[in-house]
């Protein structure tokens, strides 16, 4: 994923990259993924899938929203990497406490998902259960 440089951080302090598996085919999860962030208030910035089925997204939304973009990634189908749901957490933990009023803040993902198809998914969850 493109790193930002420090000027961008210091703009957007929660500016976060995400990992993700899903086992939906990546033009269907594309729009399914911008639809509901679209949906959310947030905005796509930039889209696509390479030939090996990887998506990638990057989007912002304002942190207001923060709980609404978390639900919809896994009704979406994802399986977030177990930083990327403890970073989404500590953002919406933050917004939520309301410290100061940053619900206006704007937030930042950049969203790399592996695709699988359904049957090698399968398989994969039968051997971690085995």
Do not use: K
């Amino acid at each position: 994923m493109p790193n930002h440089d420090a000027g961008y951080a210091e703009t957007i302090p929660w500016a976060m990259e995400m990992r993700a598996v899903s086992v939906e085919e990546p033009a269907r999860l594309i729009q399914t993924l911008s639809g509901a962030i679209l949906g959310c208030g947030g905005w796509i910035l930039s889209r696509g899938a390479n030939d090996l089925g990887t998506v990638r997204m990057e989007f912002e939304f304002e942190r207001h929203t923060c709980i609404d973009i978390y639900s919809v990634l896994i009704a979406c189908g994802l399986e977030l990497s177990r930083s990327a749901h403890l970073r989404i957490t500590e953002l919406c933990q933050c917004t939520r406490s309301g410290q100061r009023d940053c619900g206006r803040e704007i937030a930042s993902i950049e969203l790399e998902v592996l695709t699988f198809p359904e049957e090698i998914a399968q398989g994969l969850l039968e051997n971690a259960a085995a």
